[in-house]
């Protein structure tokens, strides 16, 4: 990746429309019970993109966070907006299978409302910082249109092949 933001035509922004559950999936590594990116709703690469996360009472953590009253955990909160700022990434690599995208840090985190079964969470991830091996998101997690949760997320991407994989 260069450190320009691509999908720039013509000095406009070229956004890309919904990617559903198969694009995702050839994206992301991730898997059930760990994938936690339902639909991609626009992507402006090298720049920006706004996911969501459907919510539903039989997502496994419910059952121990918490009985009686299920709280989606907030690290997962924040795992669900750095999967989305993952595709954005991973959408700009010729070949997505051959790399992983690894967290690397999160700095000013903040949890504004808790997130219950029901609702579904509108991640926007932009990205403020691009390096051959690294990028840093802004990232906010909305419900309703309210804010939900927020944080600064930044991460690795390595190739497959230097992790056995």
Do not use: W
Not at 31 to 54: A, H, Q, S, T
Not at 117 to 139: F, I, N, Y
């Amino acid at each position: 990746m260069s450190e320009e933001p691509a999908g720039r035509s013509a000095g406009r922004p070229v956004k890309l429309g919904p990617l559903g559950i198969a694009e995702i999936l050839r994206l992301l590594p991730h898997r059930y019970p760990f994938l936690l990116v339902d639909r991609i709703l626009e992507m402006e690469p090298g720049k920006r993109i706004v996911g969501i996360k459907n919510v539903t009472v039989n997502e496994e953590f419910f059952n121990g966070h918490f009985p009686g009253r299920p709280v989606m955990p907030g690290v997962l909160i924040i795992e669900a907006m750095a999967q989305v700022g993952g595709c954005l990434v991973l959408a700009g690599v010729d070949d997505p299978s051959s790399k992983l995208v690894y967290m690397a840090g999160v700095d000013r985190a903040r949890f504004r409302r808790p997130v219950v079964p029901g609702d579904q969470l509108v991640m926007t991830s932009e990205l403020v910082m691009v390096r051959p091996k690294l990028v840093k998101a802004r990232c906010e997690a909305r419900v309703d249109g309210q804010l939900a949760a927020e944080a600064d997320v930044m991460s690795i991407f390595v190739d497959r092949l230097e992790e056995g994989q």
